[in-house]
């Protein structure tokens, strides 16, 4: 428990040793579907995208143009009908009530009075869904949270949520971690995200939001982030000798499978092993004694 | 040849006043608690992992299972979130209905609720009278959708079916006698002396410790913060609907009793509007059959009768399901005020604790 | 009548014995069924309804009766009454388990002791002033003997019966030590706590009886606080008070809700009888519905005007001459204790259970001292008037 843990690449994952009941390896739930994406949600990214979007879109009407030359010039040769002209593509406009909330630039006084007192330690601040979010540096999260709790004209009292999410297919980066404040008194919701490479230890926000303390429990148990002075770094939902962290994209949704141990038939055989192994821990040789 | 000793002892997993798998290591001096350690996990299914590999059609049913007092309350909160990702907008009448049916499981919540932490400090009669309610409610939902616990009862986008034949009838109908039920329980407990000593001044815990904590729902209310998010950050139809936020000053135990009483009337409060005022229409909102989501992260959170229930989702590109799913569950927030709540006291504040924090373990382990 | 033999004593005794143990064997399992309905009916449900007979039997033609009379016979109040008798075998053929770490000895006898001293109470109870009846002339050996209406007249009968009472609480207790558990370890504490307490404002409460009647002869006493003889109308104050301290100490003698601490089930899961199971187990629950005869007909007969009509010594008001009214009686007897027991189950329906602390305060800053200035009235009115 007490080890850190060691950075590891992201690829194929280290089955634990122990003997099995059933073999999962063949079962189709087994199979782990990496994924291909960074699904990581940003103004940047967005804009990027959508100017890539664009180009291949213009790429893709000039070859469309070009085409239709030289089919034109071809059939004019030959002596042929002219194809027709090329149609621009416009996007399919379907029936439904989908309006889909796409990112857009930070206008919120709460998102711009942040940048304005972090500077630079804001690497990102945009909207979207009518949510704020805000991109900060790793290393300076807690100076973050205590100038959002702190500061008079944000008030985010409350720490509602912390979550985290793995990206095995980032390059930079392994793990985003989201922190949802809540002002009570002004009725407002802010997004503190940071993004944390595998084996880094982000310091714990239990100082600024004692709240944090089973949430950072949490992703510890489920992605394996531990956090820098935390009061009680240990599994909260899973058991004390769990393998693996299950929220991890490489870990299988099955499990790494079932022990082999079977209290109906051998128990006191059960008992015994467990007794060894114990007795063993202390030193004691119960073989012989 | 006399030495004192302090006596650690475990209040659960297995304990009939845990409210299923919470097991709490406390060490005692005589009867006092010196120390007090929730212990959790004992429940947990993998709910958020589940959900990362269902469709957002099929992640719903797994959130009846979360807090399964109040399953109506946490697929609403699921529906909405998954709306705020995709962008939909459920159509009047199909909020209203939400609305409506969402009140009646904060009513059931807190009947059953008022049931075991009665039982939990003696009062056995209590837990059948407010049963008696709490079964009405469960017809009406079985009327509703065919479920009585595990409801599943919206969809994304609205609405299965409309209400059916006679729900508008038997809703009045429960209408009509809840207010007095309510009455009956006051007489009971409201001035009872023993009930008022057992509760008057135990597990107090005061508005900072609160907001510090993120102790969240008629907790926070009974410590005198008027946090409700039904006001605070509206949805379904809420916005509509003209009720008040109960809260009281003194911050403990029976303060906690006294607002999830009057929070019940005011659920009832509107419900009657929902009912009065339903308007005409279609309950489900046009969208594709397949639903493929864009690179986006949503954090939609609403006023469960336990407090906040949050739902973080983040979508990438033309998934059909959740890249990342979690819950922020509010018996899970709550309970890390346990400890604070009762050091110092008797071990048999300790069961007051746990009931008035009113913990459901199937949302804490998930 | 020439005094009778030793072998005639020893035969009539047991037969008496016999005779109480039986009454009282009955009484218990009828009482938890009672219970059960009662409390049912409390709470707007039906109780005890699913362990009826088939076809044949007492509860069958009861329910053929419902159904003849137009009424369904699941709300029939017999439906569920052989429940005690499915109690009563659930028990003995239950396994009887002994946790490994336990004291054996101790574990078995604690169940012993409680139920020894519940039941030996009842040596010293008078159900009856004088005799009940004489048995039939042509029976061997016992022919024409009278039946008494107790089956010891002790001269210091209430100390008898207070002396015995409090042994009960060894049984809790040393079940619980001998459990070697948390949880009966706690539940014997507060029961070793919460009986001291409560056993002093129990005996105060019952001494203005005694010093108002002037002896403690079990059923002089009885007789003379009920029909009030050369006791001043005055007595009524002391008495009416005393009814109520010593009612609210027997419910906490008997570890009954709202004083239901030791095996208070929503904290200490079972209390002192956590690891019993099987007949151990049944020992102490008999125990505890034996005491809770005990304390109603203790209640009875010093302060509910035992085996007359009227209680708190207002029984002056009828003359003696009056036939059934003015006589005393075996059914007022049981009738009171009957009610009593009721009032019982009706607690336990309707108030939640105290905290520790409240349990000691209530005891000690209230009970204690309205005794002492009850006892104080008592003698003012014995002397003075």
């Known amino acids: 428990m007490s080890d850190p843990i060691e950075p590891q690449a992201p690829g194929e994952p280290e089955v634990p040793a122990g003997p099995y009941v059933y073999d999962y390896a063949a079962s189709p739930q087994r199979q782990i579907a990496a994924p291909k994406t960074v699904p990581l949600p940003g103004l940047r990214a967005y804009l990027a995208e959508v100017a890539a979007q664009q180009a291949a879109d213009e790429a893709k009407w000039k070859k469309m143009q070009a085409d239709y030359e030289t089919a034109k010039a071809k059939a004019e040769a030959e002596g042929k ?10 996007p399919r406009k379907d029936d439904t009530d989908m309006k889909t909330p796409w990112p857009q630039e930070a206008r ?11 500077g630079d330690r804001v690497e990102e601040a945009f909207e979207q869904a009518g949510e704020l979010t ?5 290393e300076s999260l807690l100076e973050v949270l205590r100038t959002c709790r702190d500061d008079a004209e944000l008030k985010y009292e409350m720490l509602a949520d912390h979550a985290g999410t793995h990206y095995p297919a980032a390059k930079d980066f392994a793990f985003s971690l989201v922190y949802h404040l809540t002002s009570v008194s002004r009725r407002k919701r802010l997004r503190i995200r940071i993004l944390v490479p595998e084996g880094f230890e982000p310091e714990s926000a239990c100082s600024v939001y004692p709240s944090a303390n089973w949430m950072e429990r949490e992703t510890f148990d489920m992605l394996g982030v531990r956090f820098k002075d935390h009061p009680d770094m240990t599994r909260i939902l899973c058991p004390e000798d769990w393998e693996g962290h299950p929220l991890r994209k490489e870990y299988p949704v099955v499990g790494w499978g079932q022990r082999d141990i079977d209290f109906r038939d051998d128990r006191a055989g059960v008992l015994m092993r467990i007794a060894m192994q114990k007795a063993g821990q202390m030193g004691i040789n119960l073989k012989q004694p | 040849m006399f030495k004192s000793e302090e006596l650690e002892i475990n209040l659960g997993p297995q304990h009939p006043s845990t409210h299923g798998v919470l097991r709490v290591k406390l060490r005692l001096d005589g009867e006092v608690v010196v120390a007090c350690t929730p212990v959790i996990g004992y429940l947990h299914r993998g709910v958020e992992k589940i959900c990362e590999n269902k469709t957002f ?27 705020k990702l995709f962008g939909i907008e459920a159509p009047r009448r199909a909020r209203y209905i939400r609305t409506m049916l969402t009140e009646m499981n904060r009513i059931a919540s807190h009947l059953l609720w008022l049931a075991t932490h009665a039982l939990d400090i003696g009062a056995m009669t209590v837990f059948l009278y407010a049963f008696r309610e709490r079964e009405l409610l469960l017809d009406l939902f079985e009327a509703f959708c065919g479920a009585r616990l595990t409801t599943t009862a919206f969809r994304i986008g609205g609405l299965r079916e409309d209400l059916p034949p006679g729900f508008i009838k038997q809703a009045r109908a429960f209408q009509e006698v809840f207010p007095d039920r309510l009455e009956e329980y006051e007489t009971l407990l409201s001035e009872n002396r023993i009930w008022k000593k057992r509760t008057v001044g135990v597990a107090r815990i005061n508005a900072e410790d609160c907001i510090a904590l993120g102790v969240t729902g008629p907790v926070l209310r009974a410590a005198g913060v008027p946090y409700d998010i039904r006001k605070a950050f509206p949805s379904a139809a809420y916005a509509e609907m003209d009720f008040e936020i109960p809260t009281r000053p003194e911050a403990d135990t029976y303060a906690r009793y006294l607002v999830r009483l009057a929070e019940m009337r005011q659920s009832h409060r509107i419900i009657q509007q929902c009912l009065d005022g339903l308007p005409e229409g279609p309950v489900m909102a046009k969208i594709p059959k397949i639903l493929k989501s864009e690179v986006n992260e949503v954090y939609h959170a609403i006023e469960a009768p336990k407090g906040e229930l949050g ?26 005020a346990l400890p604070k709540m009762i050091e110092g006291r008797l071990l048999a504040d300790v069961i007051a604790a746990i009931g008035t924090l009113d913990v459901v373990l199937g949302e804490i382990d998930r | 009548m020439p005094p009778m033999t030793l072998l005639q004593t020893i035969v009539m005794g047991l037969i008496q014995i016999v005779a109480v143990l039986i009454v009282v064997f009955i009484m218990v399992p009828l009482l938890t069924f009672a219970e059960r309905k009662v409390i049912g009916y409390a709470q707007v449900r039906l109780g005890a309804t699913r362990t009826a007979s088939g076809r044949k039997g007492f509860t069958a033609s009861m329910n053929r009766g419902m159904w003849a009379m137009g009424k369904v016979p699941v709300l029939s109040f017999f439906r569920g009454l052989p429940v005690f008798i499915a109690d009563a075998v659930k028990l003995i053929t239950k396994e009887d388990i002994i946790p490994a770490k336990a004291d054996r000895a101790v574990f078995t006898l604690a169940p012993i002791l409680s139920v020894v001293a519940a039941f030996g109470v009842f040596a010293a109870i008078a159900y009856y002033p004088g005799v009940m009846f004489y048995m039939p002339k042509n ?12 089956i010891a007249d002790v001269n210091v009968g209430l100390l008898f019966i207070l002396g015995l009472a409090s042994v009960g609480v060894y ?10 558990s948390k949880y009966p370890l706690l539940g014997g504490l507060r029961s070793a706590a919460q009986i ?10 019952l001494l203005p009886a005694v010093i108002l009647a002037g002896t403690l002869n079990f059923k002089n006493m009885s007789v003379i606080l009920a029909t009030g003889q050369g006791m001043s109308p005055l007595a009524v104050i002391p008495l009416f008070i005393g009814f109520f301290v010593y009612l609210t100490c027997g419910f906490a003698e008997t570890n009954r809700v709202p004083f239901d601490l030791p095996e208070a089930e929503t904290e200490l899961v079972a209390g002192f009888h956590t690891e019993y199971s099987g007949m151990k187990f049944g020992f102490f629950y008999l125990a505890e519905y034996a005491n809770m005869i005990v304390v109603s007909c203790l209640a009875t007969a010093f302060f509910f005007g035992g085996y007359y009509l009227l209680p708190f010594g207002l029984q002056r008001i009828i003359p003696a001459s009056v036939p059934f009214l003015g006589q005393p009686s075996f059914l007022f007897f049981m009738a009171k204790v009957s009610l009593i027991l009721f009032a019982f189950i009706w607690v336990r329906a309707t108030l939640p259970r105290y905290r520790y602390d409240q349990l000691m305060e209530v005891g000690w800053k209230y009970l204690i001292p309205l005794t002492l200035v009850n006892l104080f009235i008592a003698a003012v009115i014995r002397y003075a008037f």
């Not at chain 2, 049913?61 to 909160?77: E, F, K, Q």
């Not at chain 3, 024409?144 to 209406?149: A, I, T």
């Open chain 1, 134 to 138: 805000c991109q900060v540096k790793k």
């Open chain 2, 311 to 336: 739902y973080y989702f983040v979508g990438e590109k033309g998934g059909l399901n959740p890249y990342r799913m979690h819950v922020r569950a509010p018996s899970f927030v709550n309970l890390q």
């Open chain 3, 139 to 150: 029976w061997p050996l016992i022919g024409g003997l009278p039946f008494n209406g107790a």
């Open chain 1, 108 to 118: 919120d006084p709460d998102l711009l009075r942040l940048q304005s007192l972090l």
């Open chain 3, 171 to 180: 049984g809790i207790v040393l079940g619980a030590w001998a459990s070697n």
């Open chain 2, 57 to 83: 059609f099929q992640g719903q049913v797994w959130t009846d299972r979360m807090d399964y007092v109040a399953a109506i309350s946490n697929n609403l909160g699921w529906v909405e979130g998954v709306e």
């Open chain 1, 81 to 90: 009908e002219p194809p027709k002209p090329p149609v621009k593509p416009v």
């Open chain 3, 196 to 205: 001291v307490s409560y056993e002093v404002p129990l005996t105060l409460s």
